[in-house]
């Protein structure tokens, strides 16, 4: 690169402010200009990233609180999805790899099935056990009631 003051070619020339005139100066020029801060211009850039970085932070936060539950009613859908299916318990049990007690309590609402033998009894039965849980997680729902939009929680965060 060639100095832009005293034309030396081979040094790293660096932007600096000469009377106004930004000019590119080889190390032994600098003292006559001033030294250009490129970093404001950088700075633009940086702030866009963090701003992504916020942004995902949120998306996989609301996407966890997305979480799915046990409907309310489970127990009593699995005792009428198996009858409609005409599946003793002990049927329903095997196909599943339960014991037919475990069946019986599941059914009676003495014993929450866990996601693996819930997921195993609704492709058994043909069912829905699930639902979507719609709720924003705790850290936005606390502080704000309601028509919080995701928008509206960024702008937050950079305040
Ligand atoms: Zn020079």
């Not at 404001?40 to 942004?55: A, L």
Request: a positive charge; charged letters at 35%; glycine letters at 6%.
């Amino acid at each position: 690169m060639q100095c832009e003051l005293c034309g030396n070619e081979g040094f790293k020339c660096f932007p600096s402010n000469v009377d106004g005139v930004r000019m590119m100066l080889c190390p032994g020029c600098m003292k006559y200009g001033k030294s250009i801060n490129e970093k404001k211009e950088i700075r633009p850039n940086v702030t866009k990233s963090i701003k992504t970085i916020i942004k995902r932070k949120i998306v996989r936060d609301v996407y966890v609180g997305m979480d799915r539950e046990l409907i309310s009613n489970w127990s009593e859908s699995i005792k009428n999805a198996r009858i409609e299916k005409e599946l003793s318990r002990e049927e329903l049990g095997f196909r599943i790899g339960e014991r037919t007690v475990t069946v019986a309590k599941i059914e009676n609402g003495d014993l929450r099935p866990s996601d693996k033998i819930a997921e195993k009894i609704e492709k058994e039965l043909s069912i829905s056990l699930f639902e979507k849980v719609k709720e924003i997680p705790t850290k936005i729902s606390s502080n704000h009631s309601s028509g919080l939009t995701l928008g509206d929680f960024i702008k937050t965060e950079e305040k």
